[in-house]
């Protein structure tokens, strides 16, 4: 079927099967690899993405649920000038390892901070707690979040 | 190539014992890192194993006939087409590529589908019907060793892969003369990877004939040998590429998806195939940490001295070698843990069964002892009525001191600095006090345990590295590395040993990450041995090229002396005039084998004969350089559902000097949280073999709730064969969690918890049991 929407700011119209999982769509047909895949049954988190603005599984949406959307992934962050307060804190503080499940904790954090702009520590652990992550122990991502929050705080207040 | 992060704030020249953020951190949080999971391509073969799904038998017939007639599907490949060996495997290659006999576990692989699509591909493989004569499996180690068992390989005696028997001093004589005897049996489960990355990889073959892998691996120059071995290729004619792993702890070192890949490319044409194994696939088909049976009776005098020590240990290795006899064998090295112990009698077994494979995973078979021996130490603490952490600091091993196998400590030892460190802090310190907090219906424990870990491959099998660093005609550095960056950071640590030794930014280092036709052969990215031994390659690299630049700079410049020069940043400067040269130019002076420098480093080992069997030598024992810790866990029970939350977390490692205090700390982290998995809810439900919970939903690993924030100190002692003093930092901290938290579990509910992990479930049973102990 024909679908229009929004992704990363560029105005879509892809034909793709009704069916077809958002994750593929991105992946395999936009080529947008940084949205990964790592369960396929939505519990992970890897394939994170934002759907006008709020978190949602690329693997267990569907391509005919695109229609209309506003669409943000991984690569829609930033610019080659810019960088997410988001991503830049968690370059700087450690919160990246391997770095597969990055741009789904990162999706994550950024609706986080949206829902809850000054989150306590338990606060953001509750709000990545849907994002697996092997590598970390998690401190250093709670850290990150914990600075990106003050950065965003700081740049509203100027 | 990858191109460094240059937008952090700490521009300049790379300095060791800095926290800059990692070279791969800012292309990982864009989302432009490329996995090989990342690599698809026109015209793309998807390719996808047929599993056995039966636990053992023997394979009569495979039918392709429906699946050949499924629009799409390419082509049903079996054993039949294989010409090299159809065998992989690391010490004992008993693992066929796919079953040309018999089926030894459910993820044995029977058939490979090639197939236009993903959707074609999976009906092609519902569709092949397999034919097997089912035969008893042996799903338990202790009752795979008894006579009559069936047989997993028809060849090998009572299932048993490895035996190993360690006896000093006068062995278990020695408990005659002991005050005190502390006797348990313990038990640890299958552990999972579960790396967000599952085995994944892309090949092809290239114009000229050689089979490119592009694969998700810890080992990509012995993939290669495996890859032409088992498909009967010339080693020349496989090429492995290594991008960065989505985490790997193990499970990557060996073959995963990558001989079948190979086969499959090799049937192909000259499209590109992709084999990705799903979760469950993983789960089933993966191998595991070994799970554990372990018998120990520890002998003390009544002053709390360690006297004698009865180990006997059964790992299950499931049905292939993989790494198992290895994993044993460092288990029972480890297995008297960080003390000095005068009589020991030490025996293992690694037994085959039909269970999942086991193999590498970070700790390598001592998580499973360390556990034991840590408990042990707070049982007999509790005999002795003394202090768990002062019995600790009376036996803890010092430089000079033999550990349990005989060995003599010659490397940096800082175990009690370690211990201290945790007696300082007023977690323990205040620890009586904290406990009396718990709310109503809630008990505290605190629990503390001494961690050891060898780091390299032993005394027998080579530990080296071959760094090579290039002067680019750019006038950057490009390092060469050959040990594989599964996440761990080491390729970052390359870069800034790199930038340290030659004056240089982060911009101006590249990196070229491990591919068998780039890089030069450097070992496994395992046993806590990537940064020291490539490290130490790569100081000897850095170090011959920077001689070689600055004297053909003083050459150039007419200056008599090297010691004037220096380079800095992007050139190169004469100190006395200030007079520069651009590297860019520079390099234009340079031949370009100038340009390159290399240099191999071998890992020092263990030189005394302790009277240790050829296959254990051979097997890794002993080490000659080991990391240490002590970690304490403070634990929450919830007295009326058994759940525990673990509320303070915090060790202090010694792992020599930190040349990246950030990458450090994260190795330390990532091992407490993977420990606390398997303390508290990892484990595999297995059914004759069956894996009961081969999702993410029913095979628990931490989530960000379940974690605390850890506390982690550095001892930084210096260790003079390290790398600027370093030790392995990589595994060492894996081993703290589960004891830790299991003797501050028995401190809190009165009662031990001998088999793990200490789930709910468990805990409230003991819990109740010693309730009816006091009413009865």
Known sequence: MNIQFRLNGKIMEIEAPPDRRVVDVLRKDLGLTGTKESCAAGDCGACTILVNGETRLSCLMLAAQLQDREITTVEGLSNADSLHPVQAAFIEHGAVQCGFCTSGMVLATVHLLTRNPYPTRSEIRAGIAGNLCRCTGYHMIVDAVEKAAETLASEEDS | MKTPFIRHSKNGPLQIGASIPRHDAYSKVTGQEKFAADYYGENLVWAGAKRAGIAHGILKK????????????????????????NRQGVVRKDQPVLVNDKVRHRGDAVALVLADSEEALKQGLVLIQCTFEELAGVFDPEEAMKPGAPLVHDDIAQNVLLHGEIKTGSGIEAEKESDIIVEACFSTPHQEHAYLETEVGWACVEADGKLKIVCSTQTPFRDRMEVAEALGLEFSGVRIVAPYAGGAFGGKDGVTVQTLLGLAALNAGSRPVKMHWNREESFISGTKRHPARMYYRLGAKADGTLHSLSVRLYYDTGPYDHLGGVVLTLGLEHSGGAYRIPHVHLRGWAVYTNNPIGGAFRGFGVPQVNAAMEQMMDMLAAKLNGDPLTLRLRNALRKGDKTSVGKTLVCSTGLIDCIQTVSGHPLWKNRNAWKSEAPRFKRRGIGIAAVMQGSGYGPVVPDYANAKVELTVEGAFRVYCGVVDMGQGNASTNAQITGSILGQNATSIELVLP????????????????????????IGAAEALRKRILQRAADLFMVPNIEEMVLVNGAVKHLTTGREIGLSQFAQFLNDSERISVHHFRAPVAQEDLGISANLRLHGM???LFSFGAHLAAVEIDELTGILRIERYMCASDCGKVINPQIYTQQIHGGVGQGIGYAISEELNLERGTILNPDLSTYIIPTAKDVPDIESHAIELYEPTGPFGLKGVGEVAMNGPLPAIANAVADACGTRVHESPLTAERILRALQSKNREKTG
């Open chain 2, 62 to 85: 495979v039918d392709c006939e429906k699946a050949l007639q499924v629009p799409g599907v390419l082509c049903v490949l079996t054993h039949e087409h294989i010409s090299g060996t």
């Open chain 2, 515 to 538: 591919d068998t036709d780039r890089t030069l052969p450097s070992g496994s990215a395992s046993a806590s041995r990537c940064t020291y031994t490539f490290g130490n390659a790569l």
């Open chain 2, 622 to 624: 002993p080490h000659t």
